[in-house]
Antibody
Framework: QITLKESGPTLVKPTQTLTLTCSFS??????????VGWIRQPPGKALEWLALIYWDDDKGYNPSLKSRLTISKDTSKNQVVLTLTNMDPVDTATYYCATAGLATPFDYWGQGTLVTVSS | ELVLTQSPGTLSLSPGERATLSCRAS???????LAWYQQKPGQAPRLLIY???SRATGIPDRFSGSGSETDFTLTISRLEPEDFAVYYC??????????FGQGTKVEIK
């Protein structure tokens, strides 16, 4: 059974760096073709893809946020970490992690975590 | 950068009616790697369709996807009460740079 869960701060101040952790079970991010991605959704708005990391450490970032995003994986802990620098109130959103593959979209999702940016 | 445009923004229909949702890409989607998701309030999205026309595990056959290159469609043949939700398309062909559409809300008329 595949499960994912996001964790991190619920409140950050403007200009701070957000660090979110996706902890998962039921699969390995070292398996060929496997990837884990991050997606966010501001309240009442659409989904926005942020970043993706594959089993071979290949990474992809949303071009509009690339300079602020870093994605990494810790295979020993079954975790994928996302950092977003220089947080702004417009970054307030529910952040999701999800599994993906070379030829498959996001098929298993975490429950999401709401991050609010406010001073 | 590939942009996905969904239409209409809102679809008002009654249970039992047919729903047709459109997703148009600004350039051809590689390998027709186009997915559809359903999202209900307070829930994570659920994968419905991948590869433009393949249903994900456990998805009822009233959901079908079609299309290729730049024009894609999600059809719900007969709306059930639980189908009223927001639907997103997503391309995953320009790996590893992916994109979502802005969503179509299917609401009860």
């Amino acid at each position: 059974q595949i499960t994912l869960k996001e964790s991190g701060p619920t409140l950050v101040k403007p200009t701070q760096t957000l660090t979110l952790t996706c902890s998962f079970s039921g699969f390995s991010v070292t398996t060929y073709g496997v990837g884990v991605g991050w997606i966010r959704q501001p309240p009442g708005k659409a989904l926005e893809w942020l970043a993706l990391i594959y089993w071979d450490d290949d990474k992809g970032y949303n071009p509009s946020l690339k300079s602020r995003l870093t994605i990494s994986k810790d295979t020993s802990k079954n975790q994928v970490v996302l950092t977003l620098t220089n947080m702004d109130p417009v970054d307030t959103a529910t952040y999701y992690c999800a599994t993906a593959g070379l030829a498959t979209p996001f098929d298993y999702w975490g429950q999401g975590t709401l991050v609010t940016v406010s001073s | 950068e590939l942009v996905l445009t969904q239409s209409p923004g809102t679809l008002s229909l009654s249970p039992g009616e047919r729903a047709t949702l459109s997703c148009r890409a600004s350039q051809s989607v590689t390998n027709n790697y186009l997915a559809w998701y359903q999202q209900k309030p307070g829930q994570a999205p659920r994968l419905l369709i991948y590869g433009a026309s393949s249903r994900a595990t456990g998805i009822p056959d009233r959901f079908s996807g079609s299309g290729s290159e730049t024009d894609f469609t999600l059809t719900i043949s007969r709306l059930e009460p639980e189908d009223f939700a927001v639907y997103y398309c997503q391309q995953y062909g320009s790996s590893p740079t992916w994109t979502f559409g802005q969503g179509t809300k299917v609401e009860i008329k």
